[in-house]
């Protein structure tokens, strides 16, 4: 069964530093989306990307955050200058038009 | 603006009982709903979906969910829990698609 995979599955990483989470999504997936889960915390949307841009954003998507699809099968989410309070694990999802939300299994970030 | 309600931060089942989490949303149509677990350090997996038409599903590993318009909720069931269905248990909501809005979650425990 075809599933999103994530790299790395953990990094760790000092305040300050930028860093780049890799998602694979499902190869037939036009739709494609990260979400946060801060520790103990619910799952927050951060952005989505359809046909090469930014479709939806949330509050949490500032100016630190960006996202690519360098290639034809990855979807990067890049954040610079990271902060503490950026340790979560970040989720990929993929989507068909209109479909479910298959997600990754998480890259869990931690800032020092 | 949707929201997801999970009134059960934390329940604990004995093992072979059953089990009942409550979700409520709020939105203005009936969204796409979906039920996602995720034991600890995991990503998120994908238990049961509903968009349209029987209003009871059957999802993986046993669980079920009826979705009640009038009460504009989508609880999970299962008749028999097992010690390894321990894990935290996410309700969202997905308004036509776009993108899901999370629940807080509803830990499960199990006792032996």
């Known amino acids: 069964e075809p599933e999103v995979t994530q790299t790395p599955s953990h990094q760790v990483t000092q305040m300050g530093q930028e860093v780049i989470l890799r998602c694979v999504p499902i190869?037939?997936?036009?739709?494609f989306y990260w979400y946060r889960q801060i520790l103990g915390q619910k799952v927050e949307f951060l952005v989505s990307?359809?046909?090469?841009?930014?479709?939806?954003k949330s509050e949490i998507f500032d100016d630190q955050f960006s996202v690519e699809r360098p290639d034809g099968s990855n979807f990067t989410l890049k954040i610079r200058s990271t902060k503490l309070e950026d340790s979560a694990m970040y989720f990929c999802?993929?989507?068909?038009?209109?479909?479910?939300?298959?997600f990754g299994p998480g890259t869990r970030l931690l800032v020092l | 603006a949707q929201s997801v309600t999970q009134p059960d931060i934390h329940i604990t089942v004995s093992e072979g009982a059953s089990l009942e989490l409550r979700c409520n949303y709020s939105?203005?149509?009936?969204?796409?709903l979906f039920w996602y677990v995720q034991s600890p350090g995991q990503g998120l997996q994908l238990l049961l979906k509903?968009?349209?038409?029987?209003?009871l599903v059957q999802g993986i590993k046993g669980f079920e969910a009826e979705f009640k318009r009038s009460q504009s909720s989508f609880n999970l069931r299962k008749p028999s829990v097992h010690w390894s269905d321990a894990a935290e248990y996410f309700c969202?909501?997905?308004?036509?698609?776009?993108?899901?809005?999370f629940g807080p979650g509803t830990r499960l425990s199990v006792l032996p």
């Open positions: 939105y203005g149509a009936t969204p796409y």
């Open positions: 190869s037939n997936h036009l739709y």
């Open positions: 999802a993929s989507s068909e038009e209109g479909g479910t939300q298959y």
């Open positions: 969202a909501v997905a308004p036509y698609g776009q993108n899901f809005v």
């Open positions: 990307f359809y046909n090469n841009e930014i479709s939806e």
């Open positions: 509903y968009f349209s038409g029987d209003t």
